[in-house]
T-cell receptor, first 112, second 112 residues
């Protein structure tokens, strides 16, 4: 059973639109949630972290967490071609080690 | 401030050989985690070290080992390389044992 699931996409949106990326997780003990952006051939870059239910906004990015539904999402407003990348959802399941469980990622393409 | 550094950038080995990968965390960070990322998948947790002690180990064979030095840098060793060990090996740095993790550029290992 997968710990973290994401729609693998690809997801295509026109420039200026809102991109919505979704992630579900299986372990109710999960306490920390992260979104990473990974450009092709590069390493993951942390763009958002969220720890409590609700919304967290940072510039054009909004992370949403619903622990009851075991669901976390990332909204990208005013999408730009430079946002084209793979977005990885990661969950920290507290149990001793600070090990992140990653989804397989959603490939986003923003069309100019 | 310098980010996480890793060396080498690329490495080509043959089956049965041994490899050592190196990582230096962000200045002030005391925890290093290692991940393996194969093409099309999210990173998979291998080890976490905090204050020079192993805090967690993922589901990898004993051919994989690691250590952390007094300056908080770390080495990942892989013995008896298999073709399936070909992957991007990522080092992530965090301040404490349960904090946001920041990735280095990775080492691309190819096993022939």
């Amino acid at each position: 059973q997968k710990e973290v699931e994401q729609n693998s996409g690809p997801l295509s949106v026109p420039e200026g639109a809102i991109a919505s990326l979704n992630c579900t997780y299986s372990d109710r003990g999960s306490q920390s949630f992260f979104w990473y952006r990974q450009y092709s051939g590069k390493s993951p870059e942390l763009i958002m972290s969220i720890y409590s239910n609700g919304d967290k906004e940072d510039g054009r990015f909004t992370a949403q967490l619903n622990k009851a539904s075991q669901y976390v999402s990332l909204l990208i407003r005013d999408s730009q071609p430079s946002d084209s990348a793979t977005y990885l959802c990661a969950v920290n399941i507290i149990g001793g080690a600070n090990n992140l469980f990653f989804g397989t990622g959603t490939r986003l393409t923003v069309i100019p | 401030d310098a980010g996480v550094t890793q060396s080498p950038t690329h490495l080509i080995k043959t089956r049965g050989q041994h490899v050592t990968l190196r990582c230096s965390p962000i200045s002030g960070h005391k925890s290093v985690s290692w991940y393996q990322q194969v093409l099309g998948q999210g990173p998979q947790f291998i080890f976490q070290y905090y204050e020079k002690e192993e805090r967690g180990r993922g589901n990898f064979p004993d051919r994989f080992s690691a250590r952390q030095f007094p300056n908080y840098s770390s080495e990942l060793n892989v013995n008896a390389l298999l073709l399936g060990d070909s992957a991007l090996y990522l080092c992530a740095s965090s301040q404490g044992s349960v904090n946001e993790q920041f990735f280095g550029p990775g080492t691309r290992l190819t096993v022939l």
